[in-house]
């Protein structure tokens, strides 16, 4: 078989049509060899993920190592499939970095491991551009800035009936991973973009998500949902 015939059936894998991921990547600069290169932010491999697989799932755990955080991640095609059957895995570590004080160690874990795990089931650019090398030593490997200005949603704690009647237990606060995907599955409220999600909409046209922010008040489910994927993309690019 020929090289370009192996590189066109490398380049089907994941294929979406209409979609292309080579225009989203961006010049990330390794703090360790200074060298750059191209990468896809975290939340359009995300993007490209829901696109290929609408019913899927990317499951995270973390857990506290010894002064940093531990993630894995796990990428399934469908919610339903066994916590064995995943597309593919990955960990990353990561503690606090003097250089970055507003980054959340944890959230950051989460982001690396969503992303390797993500590439290793084939939403990176290892078909499309040359040159994506990752070092595991690299400390802004996904370039993520996860600040804590970012929106979060507060659930409302319900006024008890009577004072005999004990309040309901606390909500199970999200990880941010899980506010993110909650809000990549948020309705598009253009019209034109009708039966669309606001995950699609990042790879569609993302000036009309900005746009959204803008329409919105911040406060609405649906202008917290479209602000939050901004200010990641941001903190992605940044």
Known sequence: MSQTTDTNIISSINAVEGF???PYAVDYTDLTTGETRKRLPVMIQMAWFRLKYPEGKISVEVSPGHDCFVARARVYPNYKDPAESYLAEATAS?????DKPSVSPREWAQTAAVGIALRNAGFGLQFALAGEDFSSSAPDEFAME???DMPVETPEQPVAARSETPPPPPKKELTFEEKLEAAMKQPCPISKYAGKTLGELVALDPKALVWITKKFDSASE???????ICNYALEATA
């Open 94 to 98: 990561r503690g606090r970095c003097q």
């Open 20 to 22: 292309d991921p080579v």
């Open 146 to 148: 996860l600040t804590a």
């Open 222 to 228: 649906i202008g917290a949902a479209a602000k939050l």
